[in-house]
């Protein structure tokens, strides 16, 4: 069954230094996401993708956030100092219709 | 907007004993419904989902759960647990269009005791 895989499961940055979170999103979906989860609280809307382009952001996805599509299979978010406040669980999203299939995280930890 | 609320941050339960999750929702437009699991250091799973039709539906693992448009709600319900269904649940919603995000509710922590 195919499933959105995401690199690295962990990474521990110091704080101000830029980091990428990569994401394979199921090969024949269309609609993109990103969402945070930080420690104890609930998943929290980042940024949607669509047709190479964002067409949602909460007030989270600020100008330090960047996300993109370098290819056809990976799909990236950037963040370009990051901050404590940045540490959390991200997760990556697909979809092709209505559900959306997330995948397995990555724990940033910003010290 | 959408929002949501699960009442219960965790749930304690017998094994072997029934066990209901709520979950009720506010929105101005119509809605799909879903349920997740997150296992202990694992991504969210997807349980079951309502978006049509049947307003009772079966997803994996024996879960059940009861989409009522009158009373937004969208409990998520189990006759017998197993220590296996120790997890957080999370309900949450979207509304229909394509790029519509999930807006999750703050999760419910099922703790299944021998």
């Known amino acids: 069954e195919p499933e959105v895989t995401q690199t690295p499961s962990h990474q521990v940055t110091q704080m101000g230094q830029e980091v990428i979170l990569r994401c394979v999103p199921i090969s024949n979906h269309l609609y993109f996401y990103w969402y945070r989860q930080i420690l104890g609280q609930k998943v929290e809307f980042l940024v949607s993708?669509?047709?190479?382009?964002?067409?949602?952001k909460s007030e989270i996805f600020d100008d330090q956030f960047s996300v993109e599509r370098p290819d056809g299979s990976n799909f990236t978010l950037k963040i370009r100092s990051t901050k404590l406040e940045d540490s959390a669980m991200y997760f990556c999203?697909?979809?092709?219709?209505?559900?959306?299939?997330f995948g397995p995280g990555t724990r940033l930890l910003v010290l | 907007a959408q929002s949501v609320t699960q009442l219960d941050s965790q749930v304690p339960v017998f094994e072997e004993a029934p066990v209901e999750l709520r979950c009720n929702y506010s929105s101005s437009v119509s809605v799909y419904l879903f349920w997740y699991v997150q296992y202990p250091n694992q991504g969210l799973q997807l349980l079951l989902k309502?978006?049509?039709?049947?307003?009772l539906v079966k997803g994996i693992n024996g879960f059940e759960a009861e989409f009522n448009k009158s009373q937004t709600s969208f409990h998520l319900r189990k006759p017998s647990v197993h220590i296996s269904d120790t997890a957080e649940y999370f309900c949450?919603?979207?509304?229909?269009?394509?790029?519509?995000?999930?807006?999750f509710g703050k999760g419910t922590r099922l703790s299944v005791i021998a």
């Open positions: 993708f669509y047709n190479n382009e964002i067409s949602e």
């Open positions: 949450a919603v979207s509304g229909y269009g394509g790029n519509t995000p999930l807006v």
């Open positions: 309502y978006l049509s039709g049947s307003t």
């Open positions: 999203a697909s979809k092709a219709t209505e559900t959306q299939y």
